[in-house]
Structure formats: C-alpha cells, structure tokens
C-alpha cells in the first residue's frame, strides 16, 4: 500500500496564503492574461519603466539635498565657485555634482528619466488618439493618461527649479509674471506662492515637498488606477485574422511578456544610464547661483514647457486698464491658451462621441488613414505645438539663422494662424488618398512590376491577388460617418 506523501513546506506556505488571500485563483485568471504583440505598446511600457527609473534616482538624491533657500558660502570641490555666496540648495546640487560618489550621474539620469518619461507619455498618447482607442469604454483610462501628463509637466517645472540656479531662477521669474497677470488675484497667488515678495525664502521648500511627496504619490495613485482599468477593459488590438472585439490574439503574461518586460526593463534602464553618462544635461554650475539682479542668456525651458513659453514671446505686449485694474493681455492670453491646449487633449474623447453619436465599444483599433478627421486634428495640434516650442527659442533661432528677431516673431504669429489649417487639411487629402489606394489594392490586388503584353497588342501590368489575411486588415473596419458622400442615384462613387 502507498502511503501519502506531505506537502513540502512551499506548498504549505502556497496553500496558506491562497486559503487567506485566494492568490491561487487571482493568479490562474491573471498571470495567464493575453497581451497583443505589437511594437506601438512598448511606449507605455517606457513610460511605466522611467517613472520606476524616476523613483529610484529621486530616492538616492534626496538622501544629499537640502531644500532651503539660506545663504551660505560655498567651499567644495568646484574652484570657480568657491568664496561665493549662495542658497543651501544650490551648494548640495553642487555638492551631489562634485562629492557625493555617483551623485553627478545620478543627477543626470534622473534628468534624462524625465525627458523620457514625458517625450514617452506625449507619444503613447498620440498613439491612442491616432488609433481611436480611447472610445468607449476607455474614456476614463484617457482622462487617467491626460493627468498624469498634466501632472508630469509641473513635476518636471518643480524638479527643474529646484537646484535654485541662474537658469532655473529665470524660469520661475516667467512663473511669477504669469501670477501676477491674473486680474485681481495676482499679486495674492504670487505672494502666496513665494512666501512674500519675489523671491521669497520659501519657494524651494515648497516645490520640494510636491516634487518629492505630493504629486509623485498623486501619480503613483494615477499609475495604478490606469494599469487596473487595462487589465480590466483587456488590451486593444489591430485589426487582423482572428482578431475581434470579444478577443485578444497575442501571447500570456506569465511567462512569455513577463520575461520580455523584465528584459525591456533593463534596456530602458542601460539606454537611461548611458545617455546620462555621455550627454551631460542641466550643468548648473556653469550658469551660477541664482540672483534676482540677474538673467541668464539664451534661458530656455525643458522642451515640454517650451510651447508655453512660445505663447508668451510671439503674443504683442498688449495692455488694457479696466475699473482701475491693468490687464496685461501678453501675458494674461496665453497663460489662458496654455491650458486650453492641453484641455483639448482631455475632452476630446467626449466631444468626438457626441459629435458622431458613437455609443458602442471598441476594442478594435482604427488604422489612422480610416479616421481623416480625427488624424488631421492629431497632426493640426502637433504641428501648432511645434511651431510654438520654435517661438519659445525665438531668440536662439534669430541667431543660427543670423535674422532679425522681429523676423522670427512674426513668422511665427503667421506660422501659428496658417500651419496648422494647412496641416489638417493635408493630412486629411493624404488619409482620403490611401483609403483610395487600399480600395484599389482590395479590388485588383498588389502591382507586380510585370508588364504583360495581350493578344490584341495592349500592355498591362500583372497584379497579384491579395491573401485573405491582407483583405481582412484592409476592409476590416466600419466607414465613419464623417467620410460617407451622398451621391446622386447612378452615379456610383
């Protein structure tokens, strides 16, 4: 007779916590979860590994920060510094830049990591918009995606000033002019955010504690909320053979895309590390401790914040006095177009349902050339952001180019009523184009190069048919309504 063997003492931890916490079951359903195998995801997962990157860095350089604003006068290893007086958090920057072992590289990955992280989460959301998988259900997961960006642009705006550097100083004096152009509240917000007058003794304090604990804990909330909803509305995926709204055609989480994205992990990771220490980014001790008698030439913001700042140098110093109050609409007008840009962003899953009165889910991604429309909106508002970001280096363009920088100014005011009309228009024929091409290819099949000459003399080239696989991918999606032509009885389109 065969005596039953114990369970080992694995098992036995296994089925305790299974028994308290049903971690058998929550595993069975999820680590087997189906992922679609495309390189457009990877954006997310870049996003997701520089925040992590982000976190980590933050950790070790709060470790040698001092975020206070007190003056002392700095003796360390950079000579050209030395004897001059200067904020405590400016010495400690300088300090993980020269003393503390790795803290230079540290700096810099934590600064390429950021980039990163927004360059990331900017594209992954175009990628969204241009293929339409925001719709329903997901709507909310797009709102989730749009505050971590708004979140990340002022994240990257308080860790950028924090340093208390001549260039980062002069960043926060374009802050402080932006408060006070608010009608009534101004000076208030502005007095209120310094400390007192500008500026102030406590602002590197405050940014400190949002940059280090409020919104990174807010984001963190966000990251999680967004990967919970993914798992539960299930990945999208493009259109393809065997591929529905009710399915995921693609590999399981454990152990095949578990094991991709631990390695993808370490990639983004080395490729963060390597640009940090190849390509030195915010050198600030070449710019010198901050002073309010003083700007730093050629200031210019992070390449995130730089269309904002582009609002602000192409718009005329205009100004107006109403009731006693001095409006100063140059700066008033695009701190209110600035958010409005990126409101656009966020709404626009709504407005697009109302608009075309789509209550159904998707799961399905739409190939950018079927939506025309929402493809040119997508292009229209990049190129308007890029044409902006120029403005905010107008002066670094006026002198590459030896122009004159009124020149510059007013080709971008031009710039930003016309290129945007042009792109959307353009992008809109080209969408329009290649729906015609991949019509004629479903029809008539893919062009061969082989010319064939017939019985009766004429020359025509061979097409091969397509597969069934390619006709499905090329038809394999509803006509909007934005595109459908009523035409006359008879005349066929």
């Known amino acids: 007779m065969r005596t039953r063997e114990l369970p080992g003492r694995g098992e036995r931890v296994a089925d305790w916590f299974d028994g308290r916490l049903g971690v058998h079951t929550l595993g069975r359903k999820y680590l087997r979860k189906v992922f679609p195998d495309h390189w457009s995801f990877l954006l997310g997962e870049i996003c997701l590994y520089s925040f992590v990157v982000l976190i980590l860095t933050g950790v ?58 927004i360059a990331g989460m900017l594209t992954h959301m175009m990628r969204h918009f241009f293929t339409g998988s925001f719709r329903r259900p997901r709507e909310v997961n797009w709102v989730f995606g749009w505050s971590l960006l708004l979140l990340a642009l002022f994240e990257g705006l308080f860790g950028y000033s924090l340093p208390d550097d001549l260039l980062s100083g002069t960043g926060m004096r374009f802050v402080n002019g932006a408060l006070l152009s608010v009608p009534v509240v101004g000076t208030y917000l502005s007095m209120f955010l310094f400390g007192g007058e500008y500026p102030g003794h406590d602002i590197v304090a405050r940014f400190y504690s949002l940059h280090i604990l409020v919104i990174p804990g807010i984001m963190a909330a966000l990251v999680v909320a967004h990967l919970i909803l993914v798992v539960y509305h299930k990945h999208t995926q493009f259109a393809g053979p065997g591929r529905t709204e009710r399915n ?66 192409i718009m005329p110093g205009w100004e107006i006095t109403l009731w006693g109050h001095t409006l100063v609409l140059g700066v008033l007008i695009p701190i209110v177009v600035f958010p409005l840009l990126l ?151």
Not at 73 to 89: D, F, I, K, Q
Not at 292 to 306: C, E, H, I
Request: aromatic letters at 10%.
């Open 60 to 117: 070790y350089l709060t470790l040698f920060f001092h975020p206070s604003m007190n003056e002392v006068t700095y003796h360390g290893s950079y000579v050209p510094l030395n004897g001059v007086r200067m904020s405590e958090a400016y010495a400690s920057t300088l300090d993980i830049s020269f003393d503390v072992r790795g803290g230079l590289l540290m700096r810099q990955v934590h600064h390429w990591a950021a980039l990163v992280f």
């Open 248 to 313: 995921v055609v693609g590999t399981p989480f454990m152990p095949v895309y578990l094991a991709k994205a631990g390695g993808f992990f370490f990639l983004v990771f080395g490729a963060l590390a390597l640009m940090a220490a190849v390509a030195s980014i915010n050198p600030v001790w070449s710019y010198g401790p901050y002073r309010a008698d003083q700007v730093s030439t050629g200031a210019q913001p992070d390449w995130y914040l730089g269309f904002a700042e582009g609002l602000v140098r």
């Open 343 to 493: 409101v656009l962003i966020g709404v626009y899953p709504f407005v697009e349902a109302r608009v075309t009165g789509d209550k159904g889910e998707h799961h399905l991604l739409d190939r950018p050339r079927n939506r025309p429309v929402r493809t040119g909106i997508g292009a229209a508002w990049i190129s308007l952001y890029l044409v902006l970001l120029a403005g905010g280096g107008n002066d670094i363009v006026a002198t590459r180019l030896h122009l004159s920088i009124n020149t510059v100014t007013w080709a971008i005011r031009i710039a930003v009523l016309v290129v945007p009309v042009a792109v959307f228009v353009i992008t809109r024929r080209i969408c329009l184009g290649l729906q015609l091409q991949d019509r004629d290819r479903a029809l008539h099949g893919r062009e061969t190069g082989v010319i064939k000459r017939l019985p009766h003399g004429e020359y025509v080239e061979v097409h091969e048919p397509l597969s069934q696989a390619q006709l499905h991918t090329l038809t394999a999606h509803q006509r909007p309504g934005e595109l459908v032509r009523h035409e006359p009885p008879g005349n066929p389109r």
